[in-house]
């Protein structure tokens, strides 16, 4: 559900960390909002169970996937145990001005479920 249990309620996939030691203002957060299960598969931040990222850069700056009519970011999750979620996920990020993007390319994940 959420990334602390029980704090949500909502189904789906939400993947948070923070640069608590180098730098207290970098922080990821991806994940896939579904009205159910989140399973293998590959989610887009356009179709129905929606993929999304926020990217906030050591400057304080907002990046977040930005798709208008096309998916400009995909989650691919590989495996769905009750331990663990393992996935990849890639695609353009663009700042909060809409000004600049970055390509995110070859990200990784494998979490334990809380």
């Known amino acids: 559900n959420g990334s602390i249990p029980g704090s949500s309620g909502s189904a789906g996939l939400e993947l948070t960390g923070i ?8 922080k990821i957060d991806f994940g896939i909002v579904s009205a159910g299960a989140v399973g ?4 887009t931040d356009t179709s129905a169970a929606k993929a999304y990222f926020n990217y906030v850069d050591s400057l304080g700056q907002t990046w ?9 970011f995909t989650i691919v ?14 695609g353009m990020i663009k700042n909060q001005l809409g000004t600049d993007s ?3 390319t070859n990200g990784i994940f494998s979490v334990p479920v809380q």
Request: proline share 5%.
């Open 102 to 104: 970055i390509a995110v």
């Open 77 to 90: 999750v590989t495996y769905a145990g009750a331990t663990n979620v393992q996935g990849t996920y890639s």
């Open 19 to 26: 640069d608590s030691f180098a730098n207290p203002h970098s």
């Open 64 to 72: 977040t996937a930005d798709s208008v009519s096309n998916s400009s």
């Open 40 to 43: 293998p598969g590959i989610y």
